[in-house]
T-cell receptor, first 111, second 111 residues
């Protein structure tokens, strides 16, 4: 079983749609959680950290459920520029960050 | 601030050869991590360097080795290249446990 599992997609949605991505992780000792965005043939970039209380950044909302070992990302009012691969990432150490990535979920927003 | 820079951007090598990839961390960062990203997969952690020592290592064979220099820059060496080593190699730098920033990567093709 992979440490971090995501639905690979692709998710094809129209502009303005709301889309949700889910992710599960296997290591209950995981300490930190993130969503990264990766554009085609580019490096991953941090989209947002994920906290137990849930957090929102504009059109993006992230949720963490430690009991179920489940992380989600909600994107509201999708834009064409949101088209990318979204990587679910966990960190199991308390010190410096060795990150464990999921395989990513591809989103294509269509006009 | 130049951010994380990697060289070369692209490289073609023959099976059995050796390769060295280079990374200069973001200014002020002291920790460098290396990741391998195969096509369609998320980045996989190779190892992490801090204070010129390998601090953590992922599930990669000894053919993968590295080094960190006093100026915090780092090299990744891969010996006896296999076709399966073809991937995007990403370097990430951070300061202690803060956010990791990725370089644009080196795309290695083994033929």
């Amino acid at each position: 079983r992979k440490e971090v599992e995501q639905d690979p997609g692709p998710f094809n949605v129209p502009e303005g749609a709301t889309v949700a991505f889910n992710c599960t992780y296997s290591n209950s000792a995981s300490q930190s959680f993130f969503w990264y965005r990766q554009d085609c043939r580019k490096e991953p970039k941090l989209l947002m950290s994920v906290y137990s209380s849930g957090n929102e950044d504009g059109r993006f909302t992230a949720q963490l459920n430690r009991a179920s070992q489940y992380i989600s990302l909600l994107i509201r009012d999708s834009k064409l520029s949101d088209s990318a691969t979204y990587l679910c990432v966990v960190n199991t150490d308390t010190g410096r960050r060795a990150l464990t990535f999921g395989s990513g979920t591809r989103l294509q927003v269509q006009p | 601030d130049a951010g994380v820079t990697q060289s070369p951007t692209h490289l073609i090598k023959t099976r059995g050869q050796q390769v060295t990839l280079r990374c200069s961390p973001k200014s002020g960062h002291d920790t460098v991590s290396w990741y391998q990203q195969a096509l369609g997969q998320g980045p996989q952690f190779i190892f992490q360097y801090y204070e010129e020592e390998e601090r953590q290592r992922g599930n990669f064979p000894d053919r993968f080795s590295g080094h960190q220099f006093p100026n915090y820059s780092s090299e990744l060496n891969v010996n006896a290249l296999l076709l399966g080593d073809s991937a995007l190699y990403l370097c990430a730098s951070s300061l202690q446990a803060a956010e990791a920033f990725f370089g644009q990567g080196t795309r290695l093709t083994v033929v």
